[in-house]
């Protein structure tokens, strides 16, 4: 077991090492959450006002919206590390190695996962910056955080298996651009659910975007609800879960190809 | 001694119908250099991925270091090291961390791991790049750095899936002395994949020629070159393809095996420079008009043109990359 915990932080440092070796992919990682929050923030400001909103002020209600929505943004490009090793030959040498497969995976979750917490940390400040108010203290803001990492885990692996089983860039981009703004518009991310069309809230009640972002909201920014949040928690947990199985798997379905 | 790797009846279909592997058998001894020779897409990286367990063949069986590749693909990895067609490092990483990385994954750590990276970039001219990222490295420094990462755990068996290929010629000689190095002083059994005649013929002291999936030819080299008996004759047509001057060729006396190939005749004789006169008469009465007429001792091209019914440069321009 020891041997798979040191690959799997072996895989997840890789990463690490290239991500501080490109200050412009590096800025761009942490100026991207900034923007989201300052621009959706200003368009949806008024949603504030809308009679039947009872979030309290916009910026309270996008926070844990926005940690959600970049995390599968930030998430769902990860099996692109995986496509490029794949060009370079590297996949292959790896897996001529007896390196547990689930290790290559499990690190570039990781890699993801870190990636997420820090630029939701970076959310978070600013957030409190412009006027959020986490009634959920840092315990709430923690667990916020949590949620991310969990539904950011769920989409790197999922990235992980497309990337391995189709091999393409341009099906993973075409894949990630076509998932983030439907998943995000089907949860109440950025509104009110009780203020959406009831088809919508429906269907939202099987994303695991709105999962989470159901689970922060009530952690981070309201008296946590257990009831609501563990329920999710545990959902979101099993998911990530099934995403490594079939990351996993894919692996062994890339070989069988070759 | 059993054999370090053994291969039987490989056949390995890619869908739809591309038949990659059509029944190939081979067997390596321990220690020594086996050359795999063949055009591009004659099916030599598809036998090294099935040899190395990272692709599995549709039937048929591999034996590697004692193991079986299908059953204990896990031990068959342990013992092996494969320095692929294409690089294997990661361009972005340092040559350093490349190969600690590729320690880890086969469990070796701490200062055992520090001291053989170390040894490792010593032994391959590697120290003074070690701390620069792979991408900013000449052909030949990233082309040791991959048969440093295939040799870091010490592996008994070693895979090269044209390991010259790309390299400038000084790059290409420094290579064979170094593989030569390592199954003469490190007694490790490589199998090698060339397109490369000459590189076969120096290296190996096996040679197996595989041509669409088949191995057509195996032996020594001196062997497979003393079996054809007497020289080639190569005779390139002026005039149009026609089927009239091989059969004038083929009447000729003490000329046998003539084949053709676009405008150019092959042919074997015992003696090249005494059968030339007929040959030229025979032509001629014939009323063949010739461009040119060789004469070649035999090599392994005269080999190949015998066993694959073809001559390897024709086919090596039109095969696949």
């Keep these: ?32 959450p900034i923007i989201w929050l300052l621009l959706f923030g200003a368009l949806f400001k008024s949603i504030a006002s809308i009679p039947g909103f009872h979030g309290g002020s916009y910026i309270n209600y996008l926070t844990p919206g926005i940690v959600m929505m970049l995390a599968i943004s930030s998430a769902g490009w990860t099996g692109m590390g995986f496509v490029e090793d794949i060009g370079h030959g590297v996949l292959d040498r790896m897996l001529t190695s007896p390196v547990w497969r689930g290790a290559l995976n499990a690190g570039t979750v990781l890699y993801a996962v ?32 949590l949620v991310a990492a969990l539904l950011g885990a769920i ?44 088809w919508i809230q429906d269907v939202a009640k099987y994303n695991p975007v709105n999962w989470a972002v159901q689970s922060a909201r009530s952690a981070a920014m309201q008296h946590i609800d257990w009831g609501l949040v563990l329920p999710r928690l545990g959902l979101l947990l099993a998911f990530a879960l099934l995403a490594a199985a079939f990351a996993t798997r894919a692996f062994r379905r890339y070989q069988r190809s070759l | 001694m059993t054999a370090a790797i053994e291969a039987n009846e490989l056949i390995k279909k890619y869908p739809p119908d591309v038949t990659a592997l059509d029944g190939v058998s081979l067997a390596v001894e321990p220690g020594s250099i086996f050359g795999l020779l063949g055009p591009n897409g004659a099916g030599k990286s598809t036998t090294v991925r099935i040899l190395t367990a990272l692709s599995q063949p549709d039937s048929g069986s591999v034996r590697v270091a004692g193991h ?61 790049a070690a701390d620069r990222q792979v991408k900013t490295y000449s052909g030949g420094m990233a082309r040791r750095l991959d048969v440093a990462m295939g040799l870091l755990h010490r592996p008994r068996v070693l895979f090269m899936d044209e390991p010259t290929t790309g390299l400038d010629p000084e790059a290409r000689l420094e290579m064979w002395s170094g593989i030569e190095a390592l199954a003469r002083e490190e007694e490790i059994t490589i199998l090698l994949t060339t397109h490369y005649m000459e590189e076969a013929d120096s290296l190996a002291s096996q040679i ?30 002026a005039g149009r393809e026609d089927d009239r001057a091989a059969g004038a060729l083929a009447d000729v006396d003490g000329v046998s095996d003539v084949t053709r190939d676009g405008r150019t005749l092959h042919a074997r004789v015992a003696d090249g420079g005494a059968a030339i006169p007929g040959v030229l008469a025979a032509l001629s009465a014939a009323g063949s008009e010739l461009a040119s007429v060789t004469v070649a001792r035999p090599s392994l091209d005269e080999v190949y043109l015998r066993y694959a019914g073809h001559a390897y440069a024709a086919e090596d321009e039109g095969g696949q990359r």
């Design chain 1, 155 to 198: 989409f790197a692996s999922l990235s992980n298996g497309v990337g391995l089983l189709t091999r393409q860039r341009e099906t993973l981009i075409g894949a990630v651009s076509f998932i983030i703004l439907p998943l995000t518009f089907l949860s109440g991310a950025l509104m009110q659910q009780s203020l959406a069309p009831h």
């Design chain 2, 208 to 237: 197996a020629i595989i041509d669409h999936g088949r191995v057509v030819a195996e032996g020594t080299p001196e062997g497979l070159k003393s079996d054809l008996r007497g020289d080639t004759i190569h005779i390139e047509l």
């Design chain 1, 1 to 32: 077991m020891s041997a798979a915990l040191r690959q799997t932080w072996q895989v997840t440092m890789r990463g690490v090492r290239v991500l501080l070796r490109q200050p412009g992919y590096l800025g761009i990682t942490l100026t991207q």
């Design chain 1, 114 to 145: 870190l990636t997420i917490v820090i630029q939701s940390l970076l959310i978070v400040v600013l957030a409190l910056v412009l006027g959020a108010n986490y009634r959920g203290g840092v315990g709430g803001v923690a667990l916020m955080i």
């Design chain 2, 68 to 128: 079986d590749a299908a059953s204990e693909a896990a031990a068959v990895r342990r013992a092996i090291g494969v320095v692929g067609q294409k690089h294997g490092a990661d361009p972005e990483a340092t040559g350093r961390e490349n190969l600690v990385l590729q320690g880890e994954f086969y469990g070796i750590t701490g200062a055992d791991l520090r001291e053989r990276v170390r040894t490792s970039l010593q032994t391959f001219g590697l120290e003074s």
